[in-house]
């Protein structure tokens, strides 16, 4: 079994900063690519950013400059760094990654049960 666990989520003003994390664990063999989603209200879910196994990220044209996604491979943990909230930045934010299992041909990919962030004055 695999799990996918969000933390760092909450109310933050405009302008403030928050800081995701997302652990790994379980019957984990290895690890690729880790990535932030996010889904507004009313929206279709969307990549916020991304980052491979070899530490080379991506992000959406909305947040790069102000989020950074990180990886730490020894701790199976992928962190967004989100500065100069915008409230266009509320969403549900979700953890992704694939990875492969102790056992299991092939690789998956696996979701959090995503944290709320709520940018609002």
């Known amino acids: 079994q695999v799990q996918l666990v969000e933390s760092g989520g909450g109310l933050e003003q405009p302008g403030g900063s928050l800081r995701l994390s997302c652990v790994a664990s379980?019957?984990?063999?290895?690890?690729?690519?880790m990535a932030w989603y996010r889904q507004g209200p009313g929206k279709q879910r969307e990549l916020v950013a991304g980052v491979t196994s070899d530490g080379t990220t991506n992000y959406a044209g909305s947040v790069k400059g102000r989020f950074t996604i990180s990886r730490d491979n020894a701790k199976n943990t992928v962190y967004l760094q989100m500065n100069n909230l915008k409230p266009e930045d509320t969403a549900v934010y979700y953890c992704?990654?694939?990875?492969?299992?102790?056992?299991?041909?092939?690789?998956?990919?696996?979701w959090g049960q995503g944290t709320q962030v709520t940018v609002s004055s």
């Open positions: 992704n990654s694939r990875l492969w299992q102790i056992g299991v041909f092939g690789a998956s990919d696996y």
């Open positions: 379980g019957t984990i063999r290895s690890i690729g690519d």
